[in-house]
């Protein structure tokens, strides 16, 4: 089957190849007639651009770097899914890169992959995000940036966030309607910012209600499952143990989970245990863990659209460098209010 190519687009749209190329560039100066019904019989004809030749017959490369500390984690898997998604649909590629300021070498590597791939634009992720060494050396480059919930600098670079702290304090307060006082909370990696925002909401809910966070219930985690294994032992180990745990993410939820069967201690009837992201690990395990959704799906997607917005001379002036997105309160099966002693 003879592939479909832009010359028989522009035939049937009625317009110049030109002109298809500039819509599907997403370039500016392109009546919003034309633009739909070009995008219409791109629809119709099932057409995909050759990744390759637009390279070739341009300056760029319609690639776009996403890039992570941790690729591997569930927190990176679902805002790579969104941006993945979103790309695809407009036309671009997305490259996944990891970033280790481990190695001393590592702003070697970065100019490498930025001068190699020609990369039109990158998103960093938390917590490289707040790097600003790493931004610098996009910058010289001319390579535009949006951050994934960055915590320093706010203005140097359009954004995608939610409101970590908001959502912490609203999970609290969950807890706290059940009729739970003493609750642990486990912290994150404290290089992201993330991490002290959840802590703030944490407080905010519990000074609100008049009660004060006990240091010995407060637990340092670093975001992975074996941190909050380790959290949920001490705490278990306690006489009495809380009647319910806030891990300030997912994955160290299910460490405390893990934990507590170990321990024999029943969730969520002798204790309630709640999460933060709804990585999709959260749904698989039994019982299923409440949590805070967090948009990273969304968030991703919105990433694309904020970089391309930046190579649009007709929509960069637009005054919308910080994107808010909504979290949502997912309530399942492991918590309840505490038993009575």
């Known amino acids: 089957m003879k592939a479909i190519t832009i010359t028989d687009v522009a035939r049937r749209a009625g317009v110049s190849p030109k002109t298809v190329s500039r819509v599907i560039n997403g370039e500016a100066h392109v009546r919003a007639e034309i633009r739909e019904a070009v995008t219409?019989?791109?629809?119709?004809?099932?057409?995909?651009?050759?990744?390759?030749?637009?390279?070739?017959?341009?300056?760029?490369?319609?690639?776009?770097?996403?890039?992570?500390d941790d690729p591997a984690s569930g927190y990176a898997a679902s805002i790579q899914r969104g941006a993945l998604e979103r790309a695809r649909a407009l036309g671009r590629h997305l490259v996944i890169e990891p970033v280790s300021f481990d190695r001393s070498d590592w702003r070697r590597l970065l100019e490498d992959t930025v001068q190699g791939l020609r990369l039109d634009g990158a998103i960093l992720t938390s917590p490289i995000c707040d790097r600003i060494d790493l931004i610098e050396t996009f910058e010289q480059h001319d390579v535009p940036v949006v951050r994934i919930a960055p915590g320093a600098a706010l203005d140097r670079t359009p954004q995608v966030r939610m409101?970590?702290?908001a959502a912490a304090r609203t999970m609290t307060e969950h807890l706290l309607s059940l009729g739970h006082r003493d609750i642990a909370f486990v912290l994150g990696n404290p290089q992201h910012s993330a991490t002290e925002r959840r802590w703030l909401g944490f407080q905010d809910a519990m000074t609100a209600a008049g009660l004060t966070p006990d240091s010995r219930r407060v637990i340092q985690g670093d975001f992975k499952f074996r941190s909050g294994l380790e959290a949920a032992d001490v705490l278990?180990?306690?006489?009495?143990?809380?009647?319910a745990v806030f891990a300030s993410n997912d994955e160290m939820a299910l460490g405390v989970l893990v934990a507590a069967m170990r321990n024999q201690i029943a969730v969520p009837r002798s204790v309630s245990i709640v999460g933060f992201d709804d990585v999709e690990i959260a749904?698989?395990?039994?019982?299923?863990?409440?949590?805070?959704?967090?948009?990273?799906?969304?968030?991703?997607?919105?990433?694309i659209d904020l970089l391309i917005d930046r190579r649009n001379p007709a929509r960069a002036a637009a005054d919308d460098t910080c994107r808010e997105l909504p979290y949502e309160l997912i309530v399942r099966s492991t918590c309840m209010p505490p038993s009575l002693p």
Do not use: C, K
């Open 40 to 68: 219409r019989v791109v629809a119709e004809m099932n057409y995909r651009p050759n990744a390759f030749a637009r390279g070739l017959s341009s300056s760029r490369s319609f690639l776009i770097g996403l890039f992570f």
């Open 163 to 165: 409101d970590d702290r």
């Open 236 to 243: 278990f180990g306690a006489d009495p143990h809380p009647t």
């Open 283 to 303: 749904r698989m395990a039994w019982p299923q863990l409440t949590t805070i959704r967090q948009p990273n799906f969304e968030m991703g997607a919105a990433a």
